[in-house]
């Protein structure tokens, strides 16, 4: 299931020199999450919504626990076109994107950013990640819009069934953006020829050791709940919020390749306390945002709703 972001580079002025080797550099795309990990923050994030959430949300716990590695299940390296498609949303590889160019209004005008500063292949060598969250999240928002203006019957049971689907879906960008892994050009091991004075692991095995292997090994969902807030925060400025949580998972990327060095995320024996502390706070930062993104799209949905309602007055 990996590729490799190779990549052809044009315009060389436009591009920094850490932005070169990232992209010279880059290896295959990334794994991803376990479903442990996915299940688990779901689960938190679903645990603290407040009770003014729909009560086909609020009892569809299971449901969405199930969805949260949906996007994963997708991966199938037979179908060529599917994966193509879906894969490059996984991540952003932060390092690579030159300046400027996440201030794109969607992910079109990013891409056309990116080959505009040199990047031939920005899906390989970038990826989507923020974007993608960020579209999911307006297109639940739409759907809860429109639960609210239908009533009772079988055609809101079908939209409850597409805002549930897109729930669970955007569950798992948004939690694999809070995965350091990907939002980096050392997604699987320290980048090969960049900067590593500190010798940082090159192991290939290294982001599903972390990710799947530790976490089924030595965290428990009721590990996530004494980091989490009581009920979800509405977020203000959506896309901020989006970018700002990508942003500190990959602040957290050092910290991750140190414990590594450290200490190790090994799968077998006792886990240390600052490896496992670790991988809690960033399960639980992925919840904490779902739980967010969950109930601002509802909130939000009410004011969509309206303006629905006085299109279709003005028909």
């Known amino acids: 299931m990996k590729t490799k972001r190779a990549v052809g580079i044009v315009a060389l002025p436009l591009l920094g020199a850490a932005v070169l080797w990232g992209i010279a550099n880059a290896k295959s795309a990334p ?5 442990d990990g996915h299940r688990m923050a779901a689960q938190a994030a679903h645990g603290i919504l407040p009770e003014s959430m729909p009560a086909f949300f609020r009892e569809a716990k299971g449901q969405l626990e199930y969805l949260s590695p949906e996007p994963d299940r997708w991966r199938i390296e037979d179908f060529t076109e599917m994966d193509e498609a879906w894969r490059y949303d996984h991540y952003i590889d932060l390092e690579n994107v030159p300046p400027g160019a996440l201030d794109a209004s969607d992910r079109f005008e990013f891409i056309e950013a990116l080959y505009d500063a040199g990047i031939e292949r920005p899906q390989q060598n970038v990826g989507f990640l923020p974007f993608r969250i960020l579209e999911m999240q307006q297109r639940l928002t739409s759907g809860f819009a429109r639960w609210r203006l239908t009533s009772a019957g079988t055609e809101r049971d079908w939209i409850e069934s597409r805002v549930l689907n897109d729930a669970g879906i955007i569950g798992h960008y948004v939690v694999d953006a809070a995965q350091p892994h990907h939002t980096t050009i ?8 960049a900067p590593n004075p500190r010798g940082f692991t090159t192991d290939r095995g290294f982001h599903s050791r972390f990710e799947s292997g530790f976490v089924r090994a030595h965290i428990n969902p009721r590990d ?19 970018w700002e949580h990508v942003e500190a998972s990959n602040a957290t990327v050092e910290r991750l390749y140190r414990l590594e060095k450290e200490f190790g995320f090994e799968p077998d024996g006792r886990a240390h306390a600052e490896t496992k502390e670790f991988v809690t706070e960033r399960l639980t930062a992925g919840a904490e945002m779902l739980a967010a993104v969950w109930w601002t799209s509802w909130l939000d949905s009410e004011r969509v709703a309206e303006a629905m309602r006085e299109e279709r007055r003005g028909r």
């Open 31 to 35: 794994v991803r999450w376990g479903s």
């Open 186 to 193: 050392h997604f699987n091991g320290w980048a090969d020829d």
């Open 224 to 242: 996530l709940t004494p980091g989490l807030p009581r009920s979800p925060s509405r977020l203000g400025n959506v896309r901020k919020a989006i």
